[in-house]
Structure formats: C-alpha cells, structure tokens
C-alpha cells in the first residue's frame, strides 16, 4: 500500500545519482526489496512509472529482486531464515527475531547514458 | 554506464527518526508508536491513558489521519498537548511529520510522546519514526483472524493490547487462537487485555509504560 511513496523515494535517489554521473537518460534500475515491506511488485511497476514522469527516470525499466528474512534469536544468538508467518527459532523454540534482513529496499544499480556516450558513434 | 550502488531507499527516513529518537531521549521522554487498523481504539486507549498517568507523567500526542482533526480535537478535551497531522494520501506517518510536529511541542515538561499512527496494519511497520516502543493494538470485534493475516506489524511489537475486550463475551472471538497466532510471531511482547470502557487492564498497561520509561530512563544516566 506504501508503493508510491517508495516509488518517490527511489526516484529522488536515482535521479541524485543520475545528476552526479552528469547522466542525460536512465533506462534501468535494480531495487532490491525485502519480504517484510509487503510490496506489490505490479503496483511498485505502476508507482514508478507514475513517479518517472518528467524527470531523467521517465520510461526506466524497474528490476525489482527480493530480499529473503533473517533474523538472529535475541535469546540464543541463532542466526535463521523465518519464514514471514512464522519467527520460531529452530534452536531455542522462541520467537524473540531481530530482523536484519528482508525489510529493507535498497537501491543496487543504475544504468544511465551520458552525453558522452549519447554522441558516440 | 552502469553504476552499482548499495545504498538504502529509506536512509533519509530513518536519519530523521535517529535524530527524532536523540532529540526526545535529551529530556527523557519516551515515544510509544501506536498501531492498528482503523477503529481498534487507539484514541479512545489514550483518552483514558492520559488522564491515568496524571501530572506526574505529563504527555502529548502527535496523531495521523489522512483528514480530518477530530482525533487532536477529542485528545485536547483531555487536556493535553495533542497535534494533528494530516497525511493527505499517505497511508503512514513518516519521520520527517513527526519531526515537524516535534517542533510545536513543550518537550522539556513531557514524560511521554504518544504517536498515534494513521489506522493500517501494513504500512506504519515499514517506517522508524524515531519511537522507543511500538504498541500494536488488537480489538476484539476486528475478529481473531488478524494476527495471522498481518504478520509483520505483530512481529515488530513491544507490546500488544487486546482492546475492547469487554466484548469478548458477546462475539466469537477465540483468545486461545489469537495467542497461538502470536507465539510463533512474537514470544517478546508481553499482551496486555484492556478495555477502555470498563477500565479493565488499563492497571497493566500504565505499569508497563511507566516501567518503559524507567529503564529508558535509567540507560540514560
């Protein structure tokens, strides 16, 4: 449901990096997305798209790759893969997961054009 | 050119929440992150919360809500700081309205920030407000399937409150159920039965708070 509001995010970041690269197109961009954030990769597709207009970004293609869950057992130190329904630690039986990873979204590559390479043969 | 970068998508939101977190632990307050669906009573939580907690613990509450000031209208007929912020299309409060919303409180005289957040069960649990617990809120009439169904939010919480509990007897509502769904999600949180109406389990709730605060409190120093 928050789609759009990463989407935005995501844009601003790509289109700052864009600018520092003295980018003049960007056609690709690899988000890396985790399982907890609950996003629907067909409405994040749309969300950017939405928030590419008018920008370097507009027409980018948007790769999205998912972030498997894994926590590490605040009781035993055990560092598992939960499922997203179920935290239960396989050494100690407790849920007690300190999530570090599958709820981030992190920007992975940008592929851009540069003026330069616009004038390439 | 392909340009590989690692970089976090949320990273601005979570350096405001850092800053937000600093900012409240220099006068010892400490933030509650309220969440749930729509209707479950967190406001109606609050308005017999605040009035419990007194002089002794003075609070403000900075609440969201796509429209409408209603909420900060009932919480300043309790006679307290209340804020509304409005997010307009936004499903989620984020770090950089409650730093806003920060600014136009008297912190120094506060002892508890409750943040009110916007009533979904899926977005709140993606965005760091610079909270110090995250209180997830159940109502009974929402039925005992939810836990299950947004496990997320439950997974992250400090504490869940069972609310309007007092209904428990007039609906199908399986506790045994409910709990079941949250011992494979959440064996940390301690789950807390209250009904705003008859005053049930609001004891527990004000012991936990006030413990919160005292070892928050007591890391500080």
Redesign the interface.
Known sequence: ??E???AV??VD?VVE?AGQ?N?TRIDEVV?EIGL???VVPEALEMAFSVATESTLAEGARLKIVEQEIEAVC?DCDHRYKPR?????CPQCG????R?VAG????????????EQ?AQLP | ??????????K??DAVAEANRRRLEQVHLLAVNLMSSPGSGKTTLLESTIPALGTDFPCAVLVGDLQTTRDAERLGRAAVQATQINTG????L?AAQVAEGLKGLDLERLAFLFIENVG?M??P???DLGEHVKAVLLSVPEGDDKV?KY??LF??ADVILLTKIDLIGVLDFDRDRVLDDI??????APIIEVSSKTGQGIDKWLAWLAEQRKQRVETLE
């Open positions: 449901m928050h759009m509001s990463i995010q995501i970041q990096l690269n980018a988000v907890m954030q609950l605040r997203i329904d179920c935290y239960l407790q849920a007690n997961a999530i709820n981030d979204i992190i920007l992975k590559s940008v592929v851009c054009e540069t390479e | 050119m392909k340009i590989n970068v690692v970089e976090n998508v949320l601005a939101n299309k936004g499903c989620h984020d979904n899926v977005c649990a993606s965005y299950a496990p997320v997974q992250g011992s494979k999600l959440n064996t940390r």
